[in-house]
């Protein structure tokens, strides 16, 4: 049964960064997909980045000029450097982890992802 375990939130001045860390007890499959989401009160849950066992990666428009995800996949972790931070960047950030499809790279589809941690908060002020 994969855990996921994610770490690095906390409350920081707008323009601050945060690195969000996530660390899964194993891979589900050796095609997968690591995601980060985040939900704010009242909100979705929406995705934010993906990267995948091939090296694939993808992040939301609305913070792909200030986020970015990467991972070590010998140590079974995914990071998010989130920089130049916003107050709408507040939200409980979740990590997830899916299969990645044979040909199919990854998507930040909620219901492609089987595993979930239980959030860290990142809180934003102005």
């Known amino acids: 049964h994969v855990q ?16 969000l860390s996530c ?8 095609r997968y997909c690591m995601a980060w989401f985040r939900q704010a009160p009242g909100n ?12 694939s990666a993808w992040s939301a428009d609305s913070v792909n000029d200030r986020f970015s995800i990467s991972q070590d996949s010998a140590k079974k972790e995914v990071y998010l450097q989130m920089n130049s931070l ?8 979740y990590c997830a982890q899916g299969v990645r499809d044979f040909g199919r790279g990854c998507y930040v589809n909620r219901a492609d992802f089987g595993y979930w941690g239980q959030g860290t ?3 934003v002020s102005s």
Do not use: F, H, N, W
């Open 86 to 93: 916003k107050p709408e960047d507040t939200a409980m950030y």
């Open 4 to 19: 996921l375990v994610e770490s690095g939130g906390g409350s920081v001045q707008s323009g601050g960064s945060l690195r």
């Open 44 to 55: 979705e849950r929406e995705g934010v980045a993906v990267i995948g066992d091939d090296r």
């Open 121 to 123: 908060q990142v809180t």
């Open 23 to 30: 660390v899964a007890s194993e891979y589900s499959s050796g």
